[in-house]
């Protein structure tokens, strides 16, 4: 894995403008990675994917991370500090064991980004709900009911619950939950945190600064944007410095 050129990330950015978050986590990867074909990026399970992700993130930006969240009883605004050891688990990837209970055997896969890319083909608007069932029936490759078989939306309440739980078992990077106390009340939550939510709003901020960057030097100086991206970071600041920036 290698961190992207300044160009290639800009470009990666404004391409992702329009896609679905999936797809921009997945071009991410096949970005990073020029050994990892798309099959195989969107092939990997969440919590792969993810954990990639994480990697790439301390490369891009570092290791420290931060981000605001609201209180759900008092409505008070956090900030939250972490690293990427906080929330980057070490744990493997496991296949996940055949689940046998109440006369139920059930044979079931991890889900992958092409199983939410397929659930984002098929409708526009999709609940969490509909997620969590369509992404089983993608996911159960066999169930049977005492001996006989049957379509995984068969499955009573308990098995999908015991199959969900299972499945953060095997992959937990995919679940990756923070606690959380809100100073102002007291109030104590869990609140899942989503690597690629969080790094594509931090690769937004990141493009936004670094167009208005080339606009200055360009703007003072008349240099070509491809010039003013392969510089570095400093020289660039630099340059903002002697302008008054």
Request: aromatic share 6%.
């Given at each position: 894995?290698?961190?992207?050129?300044?160009?290639?990330?800009l470009?990666?950015?404004?391409?992702?403008l329009?896609?679905?978050?999936v797809?921009?986590?997945v071009?991410?990867l096949v970005?990073?990675?020029?050994?990892?074909?798309?099959?195989?990026?969107?092939?990997?399970?969440?919590?792969?994917?993810?954990q990639?992700?994480?990697?790439?993130?301390?490369r891009?930006?570092?290791?420290?991370?931060?981000?605001l969240?609201?209180?759900?009883?008092?409505?008070?605004?956090?900030?939250?500090?972490?690293?990427?050891?906080?929330?980057?688990?070490?744990?493997?990837?496991?296949?996940?064991?055949?689940?046998?209970?109440?006369?139920?055997?059930?044979?079931?896969?991890l889900?992958?980004?092409?199983?939410?890319l397929?659930?984002?083909?098929?409708?526009?608007?999709?609940?969490?709900?509909?997620?969590?069932?369509?992404?089983?029936e993608?996911?159960?490759?066999?169930?049977?009911?005492?001996?006989?078989?049957?379509?995984?939306?068969?499955?009573?309440?308990?098995?999908?619950?015991?199959?969900?739980?299972?499945?953060?078992q095997?992959?937990?990077?995919?679940?990756?939950?923070?606690?959380?106390?809100?100073?102002?009340?007291?109030?104590?939550?869990?609140?899942?945190?989503d690597?690629?939510?969080?790094?594509?709003?931090?690769?937004?901020?990141?493009?936004?600064?670094?167009?208005?960057?080339?606009h200055?030097?360009?703007l003072?100086?008349?240099?070509?944007?491809?010039?003013?991206l392969?510089?570095?970071p400093?020289?660039?600041?630099?340059?903002?410095?002697?302008?008054?920036?």
């Amino acid at each position: 894995m290698q961190a992207p050129s300044t160009a290639d990330l800009l470009t990666y950015w404004e391409r992702g403008l329009s896609e679905s978050l999936v797809h921009r986590a997945v071009n991410l990867l096949v970005l990073a990675c020029p050994e990892m074909t798309i099959e195989q990026a969107v092939g990997l399970s969440i919590g792969q994917r993810d954990q990639l992700l994480l990697i790439l993130r301390e490369r891009l930006f570092g290791s420290e991370m931060v981000s605001l969240t609201t209180c759900p009883v008092c409505g008070d605004c956090l900030e939250l500090k972490f690293h990427i050891s906080d929330v980057c688990s070490v744990t493997d990837i496991k296949i996940p064991p055949p689940l046998s209970m109440d006369g139920y055997d059930v044979q079931y896969r991890l889900p992958t980004s092409q199983d939410l890319l397929e659930i984002t083909y098929s409708s526009a608007e999709v609940s969490e709900n509909q997620i969590r069932h369509q992404l089983l029936e993608y996911c159960v490759l066999s169930a049977l009911y005492q001996g006989q078989a049957i379509p995984a939306n068969k499955l009573p309440e308990s098995v999908v619950e015991a199959i969900a739980t299972a499945m953060s078992q095997a992959d937990p990077q995919a679940d990756i939950q923070l606690a959380l106390v809100c100073p102002a009340c007291g109030h104590q939550w869990q609140a899942l945190f989503d690597v690629v939510t969080f790094l594509w709003s931090e690769i937004h901020v990141w493009a936004k600064r670094v167009l208005q960057e080339v606009h200055r030097l360009a703007l003072t100086y008349g240099w070509r944007e491809a010039d003013i991206l392969a510089m570095s970071p400093q020289r660039r600041h630099l340059y903002l410095e002697m302008i008054g920036e």
